[in-house]
């Protein structure tokens, strides 16, 4: 795969800088607009009931959970979870991260198809990803190559459910902006601020995908290159 050690090199990068430059820029966007206060004064967790409840999801919990950047919608039991800084604060990246949480309750509610195979994916991509490496190590340390094979297909579910979440996240975010503007929550140069951390925590899952990409690749060229020797 890699022809010259500088190939090589910007391999390693690109698998190691850009998830790192993806994490920066999501925590700085959002250590910047947790700073700025919404002009409606609303908290995050007023945020999440407000829409929730304009959307008729009433059976939906909105409840704070400990942590930074842990916020979260658990399918399972019907709840948006928001760490405590956006559940009880009023700022535009509390609001922002609220209403994404709310986009996911929204795409349940829906029945979105790609968030129910999203979860389909989970119990075998959970797997895959446990498991893959110690039989593509294996199948290259003994030369098996049915043992690599199977690595590589295991990796394949766990890089598939990488990149199904693309899908899952953007509409999220976009339902999300449309939710804070029609309800009143932000207003003006509002917009721009919130799409703002919407954006930056959304180069996460494509620097995550990416990299998945990346390596299942290399793997499949590696798996090529030893049924050719």
């Known amino acids: 795969m890699f022809e010259t ?3 090589f090199l910007i391999y390693l990068a690109i698998l190691f800088l850009v ?8 925590k700085g966007t959002y250590q ?3 700073q700025v206060a919404s002009s409606s004064g609303m908290a995050g967790a007023e945020v999440a009931r407000k829409i929730l409840d304009d959307n008729g999801l009433y059976d939906v919990t909105v409840e704070p959970v400990k942590g930074k950047l842990t916020d979260h919608y658990d399918p399972r039991k019907k709840a948006v979870r928001l760490s405590e800084q956006n559940y009880y604060g009023n700022s535009v990246a509390g609001a ?5 949480e709310v986009g996911h309750a929204i ?7 790609f968030l129910r195979f999203r979860h389909a994916l989970v119990p075998v991509a959970s797997f895959g990803s446990n498991i893959s490496f110690f039989l593509i190590l294996a199948g290259i340390f003994m030369g098996a190559t049915n043992m690599f094979l199977a690595g590589i297909i295991f990796m394949s579910a766990a890089v598939l459910f990488q990149v199904i979440t693309l899908p899952v996240e953007f509409n999220a975010s976009n339902r999300a902006m449309e939710q804070v503007v029609s309800v009143g929550v932000i207003r003006n140069e509002e917009e721009r601020e919130t799409k703002k951390v919407l954006n930056a925590a959304a180069l996460t899952y494509v620097a995550a ?8 690749v ?6 090529v290159a030893m049924n050719r020797d």
Do not use: C, N, T
């Open 5 to 7: 050690f500088g190939g």
């Open 19 to 26: 998830p790192l430059w993806a994490q920066m820029r999501v």
């Open 32 to 34: 910047k607009y947790s």
């Open 96 to 100: 922002a991260v609220a209403a994404h």
């Open 107 to 113: 795409q349940d509610a829906e029945g979105y198809a």
């Open 209 to 216: 995908a990416l990299v998945a990409v990346m390596e299942l």
């Open 218 to 223: 290399r793997f499949i060229l590696m798996f």
